[in-house]
């Protein structure tokens, strides 16, 4: 990332919104939505389990269903690639404002 990209988001809530326009397509956002909630679940069933192979699990899953839904939906390039962290965070924000209804699923 050049520095021009790094001052382009000062802080998470500036990259929300840009976060959320990379996800307009509703098929994108529901392999998303899938995608976290099955990494939640295999974080939950690896520290029930001590089995961790769910562990191996996770990035699979995640990961897997994103990136499904931006190469074949949405038609563009993963916010993960110049952003990880923020797009890490965007997805569990992503999640739960599907959850709560605020934003279409």
């Given amino acids: 990332m050049n520095a021009q990209e790094a001052e ?3 802080s998470f809530r ?3 919104p840009f976060y959320l326009q990379e ?3 509703l098929t994108c956002r529901r392999l998303h939505f899938v995608g976290t909630g ?4 295999s974080v ?3 520290a029930a389990t001590f089995n961790l192979l769910w562990l191996a699990a996770t990035p699979i899953a995640g990961y897997g269903f994103a990136w499904i839904g931006h190469f074949f939906f949405e038609h563009n390039r993963p916010a993960t690639f110049k952003y990880p962290f923020y797009s890490l965070l965007g997805d ?3 999640f739960r404002d599907m959850l709560l209804g605020h934003i279409a699923r």
């Fill in 14 to 16: 500036d990259f929300y």
């Fill in 23 to 25: 996800h307009r397509n």
């Fill in 8 to 10: 382009k988001f000062k």
């Fill in 92 to 94: 569990f924000v992503m």
């Fill in 44 to 46: 939950l069933l690896a």
């Fill in 38 to 41: 099955l990494v939640i679940a």
